[in-house]
């Protein structure tokens, strides 16, 4: 039986048992429980603090886990990423008083206050930069205020908390988060469970990001059609009745659905969407 880390709580929780759902596991009915088994796909979820999930994984314990990258890296744990899964997304990032520091090169000698020790060090050390790292629980905006740091490295949104703080950020990301599936390094990467359960998150993955379009047109226009509507390897053409046309059938990007039907039009082609695509695995 496979086993598996998720998140109990906070903002990987939510996303992450949904997409379970949808790639038809059984999910928790009540937050208090802590284990739960999915007889059916012979899979058994535990259900830890994030920060915790890459220690549980890392020590064989558990197959594998859904946590962040930013956790993952965070921990230091003896695992690996093996999936990303597109929510749960973050960019960290350096902060200071204005004209403070431009770069990550400037914080030779100074102390940097964040709650993401191991991340921090972690890029100072592959910067060869020689600063001091405070590590902080909850909001590090005070930190400089209190002359704790002259620098504060967190996750970066709006930026709205920074600037109320009299802060800035500088210099390039430390990194971009997301939430992610893991193992422990140099787990069998072929085991069958685990490909299964890889399988069903991609497919949860096209699902979201792609729909599927039917259209019509002249065979003249095929090739400036399939352009236009490439799919993931290609799209099903299929004769027409009428002599003449062609039936397509691609999948598109759902962000860029309507300019691509657009397109088609401008070139005589007649295209509908379906959302039928969940059946659609890789």
Partial sequence: MLRIAVPNK????????EMLHEAGYQQRRESKELRIVDPVNEVEFFYLRPRDIAIYVSSGRLDIGVTGRDLL???GANAEEILPLGFARSTFRFASKPGAAAGVEDLKGKTVATSYEGI???HLAD??????VVHLDGAVE??????VAEVIADVVETGTSLRNAG??????PIMKSEA????RTGADAEEPKVQQFLRRLQGVLVARTYVMMDYDCRVEQLEKAVALTPGLESPTVSPLHNEGWVAVRAMVPAKEAQRIMDDLYDIGARAILTTAIHACRL
């Fill in 10 to 17: 906070g903002s990987l929780s939510g996303p992450a048992a």
């Fill in 73 to 75: 890296i965070d921990s």
């Fill in 120 to 122: 921090v060090a972690k």
């Fill in 127 to 132: 910067n060869g930069i020689d600063a001091a």
């Fill in 142 to 147: 005070t930190a400089i205020e209190l002359g």
């Fill in 167 to 172: 802060l800035e950020v500088f210099g390039d």
């Fill in 180 to 183: 992610v599936v893991i193992r």
